[in-house]
């Protein structure tokens, strides 16, 4: 079963979105007729540019799939609940550990780069729905893309989380074996990774295999030429890739109005495929509409977007400081609509799960903490010949070169074998 | 079995022994299918390996170069044209800050056998963004290799072994000599893909070129032999790694050494080589080591591109000046 892509893009309501969801057009239009209501002129301009300003604004207000509502109740939905029907309480449980285990993970590595253990950390804070959901919903053969911030996903993946933590501490640049778990290594340019992904389906294609490909990116992202070229390759060789855009609202201190006048779901349709707007924060909802994506993928029915409507509960990174750009007000609604609490509102309400649940998962959680905490720690610094490995596959005569005189100059110190350095 | 052919068919043909021989290699980019490209590097490939395999694509460079990248994740040795120099900008993030990154990003665990074919340079009277020398750019770049053929039996053997690199490597295809023709042996032991040779031998003074600027060399050397003087001319065909142990023992034998190129003198790849050969041959040196190539300026209109590279006269008078030390 598939959801007709029109259906997911479908104008429901009057102005706003049709503004949005038919483009420019019926967005020039809307301004002009609010233009000539008003009033004359020079501040015509003015008005019409609020009034499509305000038309876009409108139009990104959320028309979403969900499951789960934030107070934890389970809402039907027609086009996605099949993809969710054997999710069993222990599925459930799983996927509320994954959340916790992956909250704590993170917060552990904030504590640890507040104190001087990690250079840098990028916090998932809040996303941990958009990411668990998505990453439980592959398949072994599948490839993951990612960004610089998933470590739920890497964490589905089976990539041990400790293994994420090099690069932000400055001691490799990945730290992982991409084809250990099909999980690449992070990338920090922004939306460079869609075309790789884009690129390994078309392989897939080739190879006459039906695995899929997700790539991870950011509302920022959707801004960059890689992304939409990614959507362009996609789409005219039917890649079987599903673009997974966490929407977390911000762009460092940029809002998503900055990067597009239309919701971003709604990209897709200019580029023939599919696209679907999901609460980011329902795990159940991001598992369904996932796996409706990568069922479309794995069919030969190519690429989806899918906007995972979400936040960003803290900084861009440690190095930001989000008070200068957003309220506090802003964090607190979306507080509310917890990705964590919200199932386990449900998991209680349903008696999916008990107190000995939840306390053995804080148990496991603690052990987490502790255990990330001692494996950052512990971690050694590369060897200083690791500048030379690895640059080249089959070598190079300057980096031997190189290699040889930095050989040269360390022997030089006197004493450092024994420790003199 | 020596065939006589020009660089472009020279290419084809590499192309397409190497489609024959590994199922993994693909071949992409702008108009490279039906058409053949616009040069006809790819004439015919498309229809015999099929639109799988010969891949026209859509007019993005960076996603020519992104995807490229997936496939060779996914175990593919793509061969991606880029049509003109002064379009690979567009792909140049993708090649310098994951395609050449990549295999030290993964500590070694990930390949990146991918080829990035440029025709590049001068003199065939083209429009802006047509004509230029970017080999520099990508050679500051650690990941990369750079080579570029003089002559059809190099592209050849060149790209073959640029195919089989599991190192990113960008081939830059000398325009102007597209046409020229030269005896390729298919069944040669070529020689080793970084290693310069000398393709004449002289005593008092040695010219370094690479791609487009060996023919015109070569022509300078025998101009300088009418004149009684003894040029050695060396193709370096690599531009990184750059083979210096041969521009050294070159220079170690006739004490002077004259740079040519296409590309901007300034922060070009002859700065490069005068200030190691200066390091590794101070003392054997007669006269410092001078530069002829572009200005620090775009490339000119079709009408003064004459003006722009180097000819026959500005090495000559290089050599000279050489000599006059």
Same mark, same amino acid.
């Given at each position: 079963? /598939? ?5 997911? *893009?479908?104008?429901? *309501? ?18 002009? +007729? ?7 002129? /020079? ?25 789960? &509502? ?39 590595? &904030?504590?640890?780069? @507040? ?66 778990? #099909? ?27 039906? +695995? ?21 390759? +996609? =789409?005219?060789? #039917? ?56 069922? @479309? ?20 990174? &440690? ?47 603690? =052990? ?54 | ?19 024959? /021989? ?74 310098? /800050? ?51 053929? +003089? ?51 002289? &005593? ?50 006739? @004490? ?70």
């Amino acid at each position: 079963m /598939t959801v007709d892509s029109s259906a997911a *893009r479908k104008p429901r *309501r009057s102005a706003a979105g049709k503004a949005g969801t038919t483009g420019s057009k019926a967005g020039t239009a809307g301004a002009k +007729s609010g233009t000539a209501g008003n009033a004359s002129g /020079t501040t015509g301009t003015k008005r019409t540019t609020r009034t499509s300003r305000a038309a876009a604004k409108k139009s990104t207000e959320p028309e979403l799939v969900q499951l789960l &509502t934030p107070e934890g109740k389970r809402v039907k939905n027609a086009e996605y609940d099949a993809y969710v029907a054997g999710v069993t309480p222990e599925d459930l449980r799983g996927l509320y550990r994954d959340m916790v285990l992956t909250r704590r993970f993170d917060a552990e590595a &904030t504590a640890l780069q @507040r104190q001087g253990e990690l250079g840098l950390w990028a916090s998932l804070l809040g996303q941990e729905a958009a990411q668990i959901g998505s990453g439980r919903a592959l398949r072994d053969d599948d490839y993951v893309f990612p960004t610089y911030r998933e470590h739920g996903v890497a964490w589905c993946r089976g990539v041990d989380p400790t293994n994420l933590l090099g690069m932000f501490r400055g001691v490799n640049n990945g730290g992982w074996d991409p084809n250990s778990n #099909n999980f690449q290594l992070y990338t920090i340019v922004i939306g460079s990774q869609t075309l790789h992904a884009t690129g390994y389906a078309m392989g897939i294609t080739k190879d006459g295999a039906d +695995s899929a490909v997700i790539a991870y990116f950011g509302d920022g992202a959707s801004s960059q030429g890689d992304v939409a070229e990614s959507f362009t390759f +996609s =789409a005219v060789y #039917n890649a079987p890739v599903v673009f997974f855009c966490q929407n977390n609202q911000w762009a460092i201190s940029e809002p998503t109005e900055k990067q597009s006048r239309v919701p971003l779901y709604q990209r897709a349709q200019g580029f023939g495929f599919p696209g679907v707007r999901v609460d980011g924060n329902d795990v159940l909802a991001c598992l369904a509409v996932t796996r409706w994506a990568l069922e @479309r993928a794995r069919s030969g029915e190519g690429p989806t977007l899918v906007e995972a409507y979400t936040y960003r509960m803290g900084a861009h990174t &440690t190095s930001d400081d989000p008070t200068r750009y957003r309220h506090d007000d802003e964090r607190a609604a979306w507080e509310a609509k917890d990705p964590i609490l919200r199932l386990r509102r449900y998991l209680e309400a349903a008696n999916h799960a008990d107190e000995g649940f939840f306390a053995e998962l804080e148990t496991e959680s603690e =052990a987490l903490g502790k255990r990330v905490r001692e494996a950052v720690r512990a971690m050694p610094d590369p060897d200083h010949f690791a500048i030379f490995e690895n640059v080249y596959a089959d070598g190079h005569a300057l980096v031997d070169e190189e290699r040889a005189q930095f050989a040269a100059y360390q022997a030089s110190f006197a004493d450092a074998s024994e420790g003199g350095r | 079995m020596a065939e006589k052919m020009a660089m472009a068919k020279a290419i084809n043909e590499s192309l397409r022994r190497a489609l024959e /021989t590994d199922p993994k290699v693909l071949v992409m980019g702008e108009d490279v299918g039906k058409l053949g490209g616009v040069f006809r590097v790819t004439d015919g490939l498309q229809k015999d390996f099929g639109e799988s395999r010969v891949i026209d694509t859509p007019l993005a460079e960076s996603g020519i170069v992104g995807t490229a990248i997936g496939l060779a994740l996914r175990g593919y040795r793509p061969v991606v044209e880029i049509q003109f120099d002064g379009f690979v900008f567009p792909a140049y993030d993708q090649i310098v /800050t994951q395609l050449a990154k990549m295999h030290a990003r993964s500590l070694g665990k990930v390949k990146m056998p991918v080829v990035v074919r440029i025709p590049y340079g001068g003199g065939i009277g083209a429009v802006e963004h047509h004509s230029e020398s970017p080999e520099a750019l990508f050679a500051h770049v650690a990941g990369l290799k750079i080579v570029s053929p +003089s002559n059809a039996s190099d592209a050849y053997w060149m790209m073959q072994q640029a195919i089989q690199s599991d190192d990113p490597v960008i081939y830059f295809e000398p325009k102007r000599r597209y046409w020229d023709k030269a005896e390729v042996d298919a069944e040669a032991i070529p020689a080793p893909l970084h290693k310069a040779q000398v393709v004449r031998e002289g &005593t008092d003074l040695t010219l370094a070129a690479y791609g487009p600027m060996v023919k015109l060399c070569q022509e300078v050397a025998n101009a300088a032999a009418e004149e009684g003087k003894s040029l050695e001319v060396l193709d370096l065909r690599s531009v990184s790694p750059l083979d210096f142990d041969t521009i050294q023992a070159s220079v170690e034998k006739t @004490r002077r050494l004259v740079v040519v190129h296409e590309a901007p003198v300034f922060f070009g790849s002859g700065a490069e080589i005068a200030a190691r050969i200066t390091e590794r041959c101070f003392f054997h040196l007669e006269a410092p080591v001078l530069r002829v190539g572009g200005y620090h300026a775009p490339y000119p209109p079709a009408r003064l591109e004459e003006e722009y590279l180097p000819d026959l006269d500005r090495v000559l008078d290089a050599v000279d000046r050489s000599l006059a030390f």
